[in-house]
């Protein structure tokens, strides 16, 4: 059994014990001390269960879900939102902020960071709602951003080379736009270039290793939620440039046509993963139930992966996708969650949908318009 | 209306400062209300005395009273070597160290596309222009995208012509702690570990 390698100490490390949200969503007020096992938020739907998961994923992450504007965050009649939790047995503070205008602050330990994004990775989660599911149906850039996201929680130095080299980038791109007016020296364009081809290789080579080992991770959990169809997860480039010094001879190579378009065309702000179910292109063929099957494998696959690279499991946001399952896998998902998982906070409309191997072990709370109620 | 005219001219005027909003540009209005006239005029003659008197050094680009600035009018500073800074402000942090004896030269900004910054709107040409004699230029931009840019753009012009071309290293906070470092720095100081 994996969960039997964590000592003590590791567990209690990545573990929300205190969440505070004031004027979040519909919660004027709302406070919750976790234990380390499983919540189950139950209610009927628009009461502020989904809200309670994405106030967690915001202090993870600095980011709502999947889609959502910040402003609309703030609750009616108020000025700003602050969403609070503690880590390490209260040891830290981790916080998000944002005044109606404003930009968006987080906090470490009551101290305002210099980015909000250095936040990341304080608290690892894994984060499953009916939201994601354009990872699998929807542009490249929306598995990128799944990519992006789960890298930069376990390896801070990605989150640095991906906002290095998306700065580079949009000056590549500017100079490409003057140099359709007039003359740029080479010079002028290897400055950004070899920015790029430094961080761009990089994140290519954590983007390759993640999915070299998250797509039998995934393919593992499609099989125990009881999906006969085999999941294969492979990450595509356009171009094949490997090292940083291939990349740089690329973008060298492709300055005329970049400057024609206007944009760069080569590099990872370009791939994508391709998703195989049943060995056809999930995404082009794959139904509905496919496809919302291969994002909840994803997504527990990660958490496996991300397991193994911190030493123990991250929090699992599970929002509601219970509902969308039909009995059997619903079961299933049940008994994974009750099997893997650390912490973890599920909501639904009936606490039963949790089934029994999960409710033995939870916390159930009852949220009704924006209050919180412990059962 | 909300402010006499003159204040309203005189908040607007402040507003337009970097750094001051208006909440402060306020502020900084009724302070200024509140002097004696003595204290107001002096600053308004300082203001037009520096705007009047200074300009840039024809050699360094630094800010300066004089056609060449004090540094590159002073003998005993070492004209072999010369310190490249984004703003006249970095050569004042260099300065205050007491240990470069070379000479400075300042861009008056960096390389950044989107803002139509190239090397033209910057001091570059002039910085080429002085070069002979010149044995090391040590790039002291910003540790940023854009200051990275602007010192590899630099050396690829200055290496060719057999001149050493160094930057500044980047890393570990002097006295500072693992625990508080932010992880980019840390991340730097670990790529960029030396042997003991």
Redesign the interface.
């Known amino acids: 059994m994996k969960e039997a390698q964590f000592t003590e100490k590791a567990v209690e490390t990545l573990r929300l014990t205190g969440l505070i949200l004031e004027g979040f969503r519909n919660y004027r007020h709302a406070a919750l001390e976790p234990n380390a096992g499983f919540h189950v938020l139950a209610g009927p739907n628009a009461q502020g269960k989904t809200s309670l998961l994405e106030a967690i994923y915001l202090i993870s992450t600095t980011r709502l879900l999947r889609g959502m504007r910040d402003a609309e965050a703030i609750r009616e009649g108020e000025d700003r939102f602050r969403v609070e939790g503690s880590v390490a047995q209260g040891r830290t503070s981790l916080a998000v902020t944002l005044e109606r205008g404003g930009r968006k602050r987080a906090l470490l330990n009551g101290v305002g960071l210099?980015r909000a994004a250095?936040l990341i990775?304080r608290l690892p989660s894994v984060c499953i709602t009916a939201l994601d599911l354009p990872m699998v149906s929807g542009e490249p850039g929306e598995r990128r951003m799944f990519l992006d996201l789960e890298l930069s929680q376990v390896y801070?130095?990605y989150?640095?080379a991906l906002s290095?080299y998306k700065?580079?980038l949009?000056?590549?791109n500017?100079?490409l736009k003057?140099a359709q007016d007039r003359f740029?020296p080479d010079?002028?364009f290897?400055?950004?270039e070899?920015?790029m081809a430094t961080y761009g290789a990089s994140l290519r080579d954590y983007r390759r290793r993640f999915v070299e080992e998250l797509s039998p991770l995934a393919a593992e959990a499609q099989a125990e939620l009881g999906e006969g169809e085999s999941l294969k997860i492979t990450y595509v480039s356009r171009d094949e440039a490997l090292t940083a010094a291939e990349y740089e001879a690329a973008l060298v190579q492709n300055r005329r046509q970049d400057i024609a378009r206007g944009t760069t065309t080569a590099g990872p702000h370009r791939d994508d993963l391709s998703l195989t179910i049943a060995g056809r292109d999930g995404r082009l063929y794959g139904s509905q139930g496919q496809q919302r099957s291969a994002v909840i494998a994803m997504k527990l696959g990660t958490l496996e992966l991300m397991r193994d690279k911190l030493g123990e499991p991250p929090i699992l946001l599970l929002d509601d996708m219970l509902s969308d399952l039909d009995a059997g896998r619903r079961a299933r998902l049940c008994q994974w969650v009750a099997r893997h998982a650390g912490q973890a906070f599920l909501t639904c409309t009936e606490a039963t949908a949790a089934g029994d191997e999960i409710l033995d072990r939870a916390t159930v709370y009852r949220v009704q318009n924006g209050t919180l109620e412990a059962l | 209306m909300l402010f006499a005219r003159p204040l309203a001219d005189l908040i607007a005027e402040l507003e337009r400062l970097p750094g001051i909003g208006p909440k402060s540009a306020q502020r900084l209005a009724y302070h200024l209300l509140r002097l004696p006239s003595a204290d107001t005029e002096r600053l308004a003659q300082a203001i037009l005395a520096a705007k009047a008197k200074l300009r840039f050094c024809e050699l360094c680009q630094n800010v300066s009273e004089h056609e060449r600035c004090e540094i590159c009018r002073d003998p005993r500073r070492d004209s072999h070597q010369i310190c490249v800074v984004a703003e006249p402000r970095d050569i004042a942090a260099i300065e205050r160290l007491h240990e470069f004896r070379g000479q400075f030269h300042v861009l008056h900004g960096l390389?950044?596309?989107?803002d139509?910054i190239?090397?033209e709107q910057l001091r570059m040409r002039e910085l080429l222009s002085r070069l002979e004699g010149v044995e090391e230029v040590i790039l002291a931009t910003n540790p940023t995208?854009?200051g990275?840019?602007?010192a590899?753009?630099l050396a690829?012009?200055i290496k060719p012509l057999g001149i050493k071309v160094t930057r500044l290293a980047h890393g570990m906070p002097v006295g500072g702690e693992l625990d508080y470092a932010?992880?980019?720095t840390l991340?730097s100081a670990l790529n960029y570990r030396r042997e003991l």
């Open positions: 210099p250095d990775g801070p130095a989150l640095r290095l700065r580079a949009e000056q590549r500017a100079l003057q740029v010079e002028s290897s400055a950004w070899a920015q | 390389l950044s596309p989107m139509a190239g090397p995208t854009e990275d840019a602007t590899l753009y690829k012009l932010d992880s980019a991340l």
